[in-house]
């Protein structure tokens, strides 16, 4: 904030000061610029009173008696009665009327701020002890204590206010005329100027100087040189002088008492230093940054003569051009950045400085002595006291009585009535009233203007309560003539200008942060007004400090838009000041926060950034690339994939899944493959896991263990995906977009090569780079970018981040005038700008959780995905499946062909598949015999082949290329790790081979994921990679067939060849499930085979409870119809017997939840209770059979319904009393069952209830009807008993024991 050493009561006294002009002639103007100085120069340091002087106002009613009276000029200040003792007053003589154009005035005091400011920035600035730190609650902010520019600013405005028509504070009151006693004729040189004098006040082609009353007091000063004049020619011509004017009106000034070039001991003080440099600041103008310095006229040396006082080259006959206008007069029509009159106003800043290196060696005063210093200060005492003071009252007297005169008041203008000064309300006038008014101008001669005359004249003679006085009421009448410029300059009495509001509004902004509870958003708002308002006056610096300070506030606000309006003036005030890095920051700030600005809004942010960032990158063409904003990268979501990507479909030909950046992470399929890997593994070593063993891992993302380096194959390329997010609503364009990178190659025997290069542009002998021409990122969208690099050489990799030119697809636009630049680019979108930077990937690790000092702390792993190790060649295998099925029915049988090829220069061997579905597929037993070379081959078509099996009775059978034990049923293990049979065991670089897979539909229906992992190791040992591993992943959907079930029972009555008996009856039971959805038309049990080491199919089966289990497997043919052809597929069933009495099937059966019972809580008696008897005992009370014929002709051509007689027997097989219920609705309401109990329904009552008493047999007369022929199991009915004195029902157990077949023929 400002600080000021004067209280106000002295700083107003010595800024408002009556102001004097000095007219000379040549030859006076020559004697005092033998000190260096103008005549108004010479007077400037002597121009404080050091007595006192006493002046009279007029005797006016509306002050007190006791306060009307004299009024004392002095030292002192304090009051005796009637007289009042006032400061001493620095009468200030007139600024140089020097031909300055308004705007060059201007520029001066926009100098004076500039100054100020360079003089005492390093201090306001740097000095921390001497600014302020504000600490809020929300905010802490750095504050300036002191603006030593407003400081400045203010003491030179004060002093060079200028003139204006409706005020009169800057108006001269008196002018004195200068002539040389050394002169011819002085008495007449002074006639010529006081008729210069008067020409210059009454022409109206002058605008400036401005005087206060037509009747300006003259006072005329005879300038006698001691060292080289006449003293008594002198004093002749001051007698002469005194007869003429008379005393009062006259002086002889006597100076130069010494030559200059005389040597002297002794030491002159020099009192014009500080006012001679304040001139001459105002003297110059500059622009704030430009290569030019504005001086004030063409004849500018000339001008050197005078700065205070009037033009000394002003000849008697005739007015110079430069009397036009104040140095300081405002003009709304200029602008301080454009104040250039013409080519001749221009002077170089070199130019500038070699004058003011010039001048500093001046002595000023060297002719002057002690003596004459004292003669200059009686010369001003004697002018203030006996000159001005008295003509100063003699206006007050004079302005009153023409008041009174003009206004026709018998009394004096202030003891009017209350209702005359105060005056009635003013009305309201309507809007085009005041328009009309706005320009109201009043004659000299008006009441008003006089009052306000006498209002500036007792404010200058510090008679505050009079002036006061005059002013209320000139603001009546002002304001009741609706004359606002008048009304306003008798309250403030300043103009509009954008320096001076900067100025103010800086002073407002530091009183609302500076008060007992800061106002911290005011204290921004009237910052930022000021930044604006110094951006107009031309002050850059001063903007780029107000809006640095304000932004101290809206940052990180949420304040967006206002943040993008500050950082965007930041970066053109930063960029206007060639502070190009500042600039950069700020616009970069624009484009990284979150804006809400418009499109077009946010496209003008970035191409201001594209321009000034391609500035800034011309300044040092060979630096390292700096980092671009645009677009967002996402370094956590980078995923890295090891590898060749996946080769299309061809035909019938289909690539191996694998791993590809196209599948998405699934932490249980991740699972999955680990633990195939860890099983063939493990068989490859004895059963053993290495302890090295770390799994293989294709592609890296944030899911994946990153914690050690990866490891990558020389020659196979590395894919780097980076996620990038466009936050802008226009489009990026991205062209030669590439990875960056760092590459430390090794020798093959282990060391390090000591040169290390970072290769931006990538050379091809170590890593190849792929680079994208044209990368597209619309608005607000995320879109990734997949890079690769190729290594050539082993060593360590590290992926330092991308690089790319970041510009827009717009059309070339003139930015600040500046037209289409170079770095235009043409391809497939067009590119007005783009500027060449760099993106790193910075990607942070899991944080660590462990131990208990992670725990305890913030730490983090290390993320390695980015620097990969490049290993020795290694074999790569490819895997192809041909005429590989998608769709199977359950159980079908289906032969493929899988063609492996090594694509690498190495071979491999120990190839090995591993499935967690090995019964899936099978490469076949020893069937070579049966096994086409190609899919091409003739016999690919079927799965079985006819053979004789006894050749006395001609009996033949099937025999299957892939049987139950090549699918590993019935081996009590299944062989999950299979060898693949490659020929010589060795696949060499370059070769292929073709096997054929048998394939097997599940038993479930639906779609099935079988993943195939593949194992194979380099014929030469590695050691760091010792094996590699190929996934793929198959999806197989499955369709419904056959349900079969199976039952072993023992039969007493059957013999084997030998005649012994103790065998075994099968009875397998074969459903059709399927509903027709995969085209199938029927099915046909074309053979049932039986697989066991000890059990074999035939007429006389050897019975031995324990020789193991027993595999049957109905083979089939279904007949299918696709695409109107009709199709044979082939297949077969497994069902496995274990137990005998005990069903068994061929797929899952579905398992029924259990049946909730409730529980009963009771408190034990010291009686006895009776056992109760168990849950097997219960279920086994009533014993069922069937009675019915085992098969039944019926002519269905003639009559539709087939009904059969059948008799169900139940015996109680305990001794008391059962209840027994029979339900012959069937038990499964499932559609599959719906379907494959259709033709068959029981006739008559569905439920039956009995009692059976002890061992008692019942039998029950039932009806099954048929409407198709076939095979059926009339074992459906439900029986349930218990006994007659208990509540629970249990169903018995030997109605499943055995199917009840019948046959129904048509007759």
């Not at 780097?720 to 802008?728: G, Q, S, T, Y």
């Not at 049988?893 to 090829?901: H, N, P």
Request: hydrophobic share 35%; proline share 5%; with cysteine.
């Amino acid at each position: 904030m400002a600080q000021c050493v004067q209280s106000v009561q002295e700083l107003i006294p010595d800024s408002f000061v009556p102001c004097v002009a000095a007219l000379c002639s040549d030859e006076a103007e020559r004697l005092t610029r033998l000190n260096h100085l103008s005549f108004a120069e010479l007077l400037k340091p002597f121009s404080r009173l050091t007595s006192e002087g006493m002046w009279s106002p007029p005797f006016f009613t509306v002050l007190p008696r006791s306060r009307a009276g004299r009024r004392k000029l002095g030292a002192g200040r304090e009051e005796k009665g009637d007289v009042y003792i006032l400061e001493p007053v620095e009468w200030r003589l007139g600024l140089g009327l020097r031909g300055v154009s308004a705007a060059a005035g201007g520029g001066a005091m926009s100098e004076v701020v500039k100054t100020a400011r360079n003089e005492h920035e390093m201090v306001a600035v740097l000095a921390l002890l001497n600014n302020i730190w504000v600490i809020l609650i929300s905010y802490v902010l750095f504050i300036l204590a002191t603006t030593p520019w407003f400081e400045s600013y203010r003491e030179t405005f004060l002093q060079s206010m200028p003139a204006s028509d409706h005020e009169f504070l800057n108006h001269y009151l008196a002018c004195m005329l200068v002539a040389s006693s050394s002169e011819a004729e002085p008495v007449e040189q002074f006639s010529k100027l006081s008729q210069e004098q008067h020409r210059i006040q009454h022409n109206s082609d002058c605008s400036y100087p401005k005087w206060f009353i037509p009747n300006t007091l003259k006072y005329y000063v005879l300038l006698h040189d001691v060292s080289a004049g006449d003293e008594q020619r002198a004093e002749s011509v001051y007698e002469e002088m005194k007869q003429k004017y008379g005393t009062q009106g006259c002086y002889l000034l006597k100076i130069n008492s010494r030559t200059s070039n005389r040597a002297s001991d002794e030491q002159i003080p020099d009192p014009w230093s500080q006012y001679l440099q304040k001139n001459s600041i105002q003297n110059q103008e500059s622009y704030e940054d430009g290569p030019c310095t504005i001086t004030s006229n063409k004849n500018s040396d000339s001008n050197l003569l005078s700065l205070d006082g009037l033009d000394n080259e002003v000849k008697v006959d005739g007015l110079p051009n430069n009397f036009r206008a104040h140095p300081l007069q405002l003009d709304s029509s200029s602008d301080p950045s454009n104040s250039v009159d013409g080519p001749d106003h221009v002077k170089s800043a070199s130019s500038l400085h070699e004058t003011k290196k010039a001048n500093t060696g001046i002595i000023h005063g060297a002719c002057l002595t002690l003596t004459d210093h004292d003669r200059i200060r009686q010369f001003i005492q004697e002018f203030t006291f006996r000159g001005l003071l008295p003509h100063i009252e003699k206006t007050i007297r004079q302005l009153n009585d023409q008041l009174i005169s003009r206004k026709g008041l018998s009394r004096s203008l202030f003891s009017a009535t209350k209702k005359w000064f105060s005056g009635s309300k003013v009305p309201e006038k309507s809007i085009n009233e005041l328009k009309n008014t706005s320009g109201l101008l009043y004659p000299p001669e008006a009441p008003e203007l006089q009052i306000r005359k006498m209002a500036d004249l007792c404010f200058l003679v510090q008679h505050y309560d009079l002036a006061y006085s005059c002013y209320h009421t000139a603001k009546k009448d002002f304001l009741n003539d609706q004359a606002m410029l008048y009304a306003a300059g008798a309250l403030v009495g300043i103009l509009d200008s954008d320096l001076r509001s900067a100025l103010l509004l800086e002073q407002a902004a530091h009183c609302f942060i500076n008060m007992k509870s800061p106002m911290v958003r005011k204290y921004a708002f009237h910052m930022i007004l000021a930044g604006h308002r110094f951006s107009k006056a031309g002050q850059k610096k001063h903007a780029l400090r107000c809006y640095c300070q304000a932004m101290q506030v809206y940052k990180g606000k949420g304040w967006s838009l206002a943040e993008d309006h500050i950082n965007f003036t930041i970066g053109r005030q930063s960029y206007t000041l060639r502070q190009l890095d500042n600039a950069v920051s700020a616009f970069r700030h624009i484009l990284i926060n979150e804006s809400k600005q418009s499109a077009a809004q946010q496209g003008a942010f970035l191409r201001e950034y594209l321009y000034v960032y391609k500035n800034v990158s011309q300044l040092s063409p060979d630096g390292p690339l700096p980092q671009l904003p645009l677009p967002y990268i996402n370094s956590s979501a980078t995923r890295v994939f090891f590898g060749h990507d996946r080769r299309p479909a061809d035909g019938e030909k289909q690539a191996a899944t694998h791993v590809s950046l196209d599948q998405e992470y699934d932490s249980e399929s991740s699972q999955q493959w680990r633990e195939l890997e860890e099983q063939v593994v493990a068989v490859v070593n004895r059963g053993v896991i290495p302890s090295n063993f770390h799994p293989t891992q294709y592609c890296l993302n944030s899911y994946s263990d990153n914690s050690r380096f990866p490891l990558a194959v020389v020659e196979e390329p590395i894919t780097v995906e980076v996620a990038f997010r466009n936050p802008l609503k226009v489009p990026l364009l991205l062209t030669d977009l590439s990875l960056l990178w760092k590459f430390q190659p090794k020798e093959s025997s282990g060391k390090d090569n000591e040169e290390v290069k970072e290769l931006v542009t990538g050379e091809p002998e170590m890593i190849g780079t792929e680079v994208i021409s044209e990368f597209l990122i619309n608005s607000e969208e995320s879109k990734v970018a997949r890079l690769k690099l190729f290594p050539h050489h082993i060593g360590e990799l590290h992926i330092l981040g991308v690089v790319y030119n970041l510009g827009t697809i717009q059309g070339c636009m003139t930015i600040d005038g500046i037209g289409a630049l170079p770095g235009c680019h043409t391809g497939k979108h067009s590119l007005s700008m783009s500027v060449r930077g760099r993106q790193d990937l910075e990607i942070q690790g899991p944080r660590l959780n462990n131990t208990k000092e992670e725990k305890t702390s913030i730490k983090y792993g290390p993320d390695r995905r980015l620097d990969p190790i490049i290993t020795e060649e290694m074999p790569l295998l490819e895997v192809f499946f041909i005429h590989f099925p998608t769709g199977l029915l359950c159980g079908e049988i289906r032969k493929a062909y899988v063609e492996f090829v090594n694509v690498s220069k190495c071979p491999l061997t120990g190839l090995k598949v591993v499935s967690k579905r090995p019964e899936f597929f099978t490469f076949g037993g020893n069937t070579a015999v049966l096994t086409p070379l190609s899919p091409s081959a003739s016999e690919n078509c079927s799965a079985y082949k006819t053979v004789v099996t006894d050749s006395t009775s001609v009996c033949t059978a099937l025999i299957s290329s892939a049987s139950s034990v090549d699918f590993g049923i019935g081996t009590g293990s299944q062989p999950e790790v299979i060898p693949v049979p490659l020929p010589d065991t060795v696949l060499l670089p370059g070769a292929s081979v073709q096997l054929p897979m048998w394939l097997r539909g599940p038993d479930e229906e639906g779609v099935h994921e079988i993943n195939f992992l593949f194992y194979y190791e380099s014929v030469k040992k590695q050691p760091k990679i010792r094996h590699r591993i190929l996934r793929h992943t198959a999806v197989i959907c499955t369709s419904r067939s056959l349900n079969v079930r199976a039952t072993v029972c023992r039969s007493n009555s059957l013999e084997d060849e030998e005649g012994r008996g103790g065998n075994m009856l099968v009875f397998v039971d074969v459903e059709n499930t399927n509903t027709s959805e995969a085209g199938v038309k029927e099915f046909h049990i074309v053979q049932v085979s039986s697989s066991s080491k000890h059990w074999k199919l035939q007429k006389s089966v050897n019975l031995s409870e324990n020789k193991g289990s027993f595999v049957t497997f109905p083979l089939f043919i279904a007949y299918v119809v696709e695409d109107s052809k009709q199709l044979i597929l082939e297949g077969q069933h497994h069902v496995i017997l274990h137990t005998i009495g005990k069903e068994a099937f061929s797929c899952p059966q579905k398992q029924e939840p259990p049946e909730m019972e409730l529980l009963k809580f009771f408190r034990p008696e010291n009686t006895t209770v009776p056992l109760r008897p168990s849950v097997e005992q219960l279920s086994n009370l009533i014993k069922t059979s069937l009675h019915y014929p085992e098969s039944f002709n019926h002519p269905f051509h003639q009559k539709s319904l087939c009904l059969v007689p059948v008799t169900l027997l139940l015996s109680n097989c305990s001794k008391a009393d059962v209840d027994v219920i029979v339900d012959l609705r069937h038990k499964t309401t499932s559609p599959e069952a719906l379907e494959i109990h259709g033709s068959f329904t029981w006739l008559g009552q569905t439920q039956y209830k009995l009692q059976l008493k002890s061992q008692e047999i019942h039998s029950l007369q039932l009806k099954a009807c048929f409407v198709h022929t076939g095979v059926y199991n009339l074992g459906t009915p439900r029986v349930f008993a218990k006994l007659s004195d208990q509540v629970m029902v249990f169903e018995t157990s030997q109605q499943n024991s055995m199917p009840a077949l019948i046959i129904i023929n048509n007759a």
